[in-house]
């Protein structure tokens, strides 16, 4: 993929992916904090006293301990597209905020029917949970908020009735306090997920940019060198593997006469040429060096010849347009394929091409030799 095509192409994957890490991290999160409802709810219970409650006890517990596990069986794709990713996220948020609400009632309830230091003990568990939502939870502002609101308030209004009016205020300065939190967890999660998305960009251009020729965008030796040995591999398990190597006839007189600025015009525009003859899937064009290119194909010797022809009898009838003027160029082509009874390695097989190149020039050049197969 040319490098400008890379590039609009990881931009246009940058939604998604911030999506994804966010998925991941909110399932990571919710569960983590699951578990600890259930405990919660035992402990409420174990401080109020189990005779009589240990059939409520454990139904509650069980409930709670069910959303819990829940929260692990949220299961999404390995690549999940947007709409995918998105509709994970409202499984886990729902699935949180369906605990919230239950706490919220739980609260509420042990409130009303349990004797102290039950009442006590819920209570500080609604405002551990509320602050762990605003720092954990904090992925999604609106979920977040409603989570902590469902956790916080029915204690507020029990507290504001209950009690005095002065402690429901307290209570309402700390929910707003976790509020405030989860606003400021959210600005400096969603800083960090997107430096971090780019700084993954970064990284993947400066691979990409490791592996292509500056000059004519084409992949460069490196990248060749690894595709070859793939393409072998493959060849090794019963496919079809073909190296042509080209070399623009003459290129030295090209510089010399015309200049260096027209001669690397010149390679960019075989560059093109080589492109459409060779970008369909399983080809690779790379640019070895100087005027030499490699071209990896998965294709038996006869197809890879046949082609390597019809680009040779292209570049001969059809010169490159550079600098709006027709620049005859030929060029000579080895060509070779994947034997596994003569070739060891991908060294062996680039041995036998550049011989058969060499062999094309010695021929009188602008024509296609092809490796013996003896």
Same mark, same amino acid.
């Given at each position: 993929?040319?490098?400008?095509?890379?590039?609009?192409?990881?931009?246009?994957?940058?939604?998604?992916n911030l999506l994804i890490q966010e998925l991941q991290e909110t399932r990571q999160r919710a569960r983590?904090?699951?578990?600890?409802?259930?405990?919660?709810?035992?402990?409420?219970?174990?401080?109020?006293?189990?005779?009589?409650?240990?059939?409520?006890?454990?139904?509650?517990?069980?409930?709670?301990?069910?959303?819990?596990?829940?929260?692990?069986?949220?299961?999404?794709?390995?690549?999940?597209?947007?709409?995918?990713?998105?509709?994970?996220?409202?499984?886990?948020?729902?699935?949180?905020?369906?605990?919230?609400?239950?706490?919220?009632?739980?609260?509420?309830?042990?409130?009303?029917?349990?004797? /102290?230091?039950?009442?006590?003990?819920?209570?500080?568990?609604?405002?551990?949970?509320?602050?762990?939502?605003?720092?954990?939870?904090?992925?999604?502002?609106?979920?977040?908020?409603?989570?902590?609101?469902?956790?916080?308030?029915?204690?507020?209004?029990?507290?504001?009735?209950?009690?005095?009016?002065?402690?429901?205020?307290?209570?309402?300065?700390?929910?707003?306090?976790?509020?405030?939190?989860?606003?400021?967890?959210?600005?400096?999660?969603?800083?960090?997920?997107?430096?971090?998305?780019?700084?993954?960009?970064?990284?993947?251009?400066?691979?990409?940019?490791?592996?292509?020729?500056?000059?004519?965008?084409?992949?460069?030796?490196? /990248?060749?060198?690894?595709?070859?040995?793939?393409?072998?591999?493959?060849?090794?398990?019963?496919?079809?593997?073909?190296?042509?190597?080209?070399?623009?006839?003459?290129?030295?007189?090209?510089?010399?006469?015309?200049?260096?600025?027209?001669?690397?015009?010149?390679?960019?525009?075989?560059?093109?040429?080589?492109?459409?003859?060779?970008?369909?899937?399983?080809?690779?064009?790379?640019?070895?060096?100087?005027?030499?290119?490699?071209?990896?194909?998965?294709?038996?010797?006869?197809?890879?010849?046949?082609?390597?022809?019809?680009?040779?009898?292209?570049?001969?009838?059809?010169?490159?347009?550079?600098?709006?003027?027709?620049?005859?160029?030929?060029?000579?082509?080895?060509?070779?394929?994947?034997?596994?009874?003569?070739?060891?390695?991908?060294?062996?097989?680039?041995?036998?091409?550049?011989?058969?190149?060499?062999?094309?020039?010695?021929?009188?050049?602008?024509?296609?030799?092809?490796?013996?197969?003896?």
């Amino acid at each position: 993929m040319p490098l400008t095509e890379f590039i609009h192409a990881r931009a246009a994957l940058r939604t998604r992916n911030l999506l994804i890490q966010e998925l991941q991290e909110t399932r990571q999160r919710a569960r983590l904090g699951g578990f600890f409802y259930p405990v919660a709810v035992a402990l409420t219970f174990i401080v109020a006293g189990l005779q009589g409650r240990a059939l409520q006890a454990g139904v509650l517990t069980t409930a709670f301990l069910g959303l819990a596990i829940l929260r692990i069986f949220v299961r999404v794709p390995a690549a999940p597209g947007e709409d995918e990713a998105r509709r994970g996220l409202q499984v886990v948020w729902a699935v949180v905020l369906a605990t919230a609400v239950a706490w919220g009632a739980f609260s509420a309830w042990s409130f009303n029917v349990l004797p /102290e230091p039950a009442p006590m003990v819920a209570l500080l568990f609604s405002g551990a949970f509320g602050m762990a939502m605003a720092h954990t939870m904090c992925m999604r502002p609106l979920p977040s908020a409603m989570a902590i609101l469902c956790l916080m308030v029915p204690s507020l209004i029990l507290l504001w009735r209950g009690v005095a009016p002065g402690v429901g205020v307290m209570w309402a300065v700390y929910m707003l306090y976790m509020l405030m939190v989860m606003r400021r967890s959210h600005r400096e999660y969603r800083t960090r997920l997107e430096l971090e998305e780019d700084l993954r960009q970064q990284r993947d251009l400066f691979e990409k940019r490791s592996r292509i020729d500056g000059l004519t965008g084409l992949a460069n030796r490196r /990248e060749f060198g690894d595709m070859l040995d793939a393409g072998i591999a493959r060849a090794r398990d019963g496919g079809g593997l073909s190296l042509l190597i080209l070399d623009v006839d003459h290129f030295k007189r090209i510089n010399d006469t015309l200049g260096h600025a027209v001669g690397d015009a010149c390679l960019v525009a075989l560059a093109r040429r080589l492109q459409q003859h060779f970008g369909s899937a399983g080809d690779l064009c790379a640019r070895l060096g100087g005027e030499e290119f490699g071209i990896v194909l998965e294709a038996e010797g006869a197809v890879a010849f046949e082609r390597a022809e019809r680009l040779r009898r292209d570049l001969e009838a059809s010169p490159p347009v550079v600098e709006g003027e027709d620049r005859p160029i030929t060029a000579s082509i080895g060509c070779g394929t994947f034997d596994h009874a003569r070739h060891a390695d991908a060294d062996a097989l680039y041995r036998e091409v550049d011989a058969a190149l060499y062999r094309a020039k010695l021929d009188g050049r602008n024509r296609t030799e092809m490796v013996s197969a003896t």
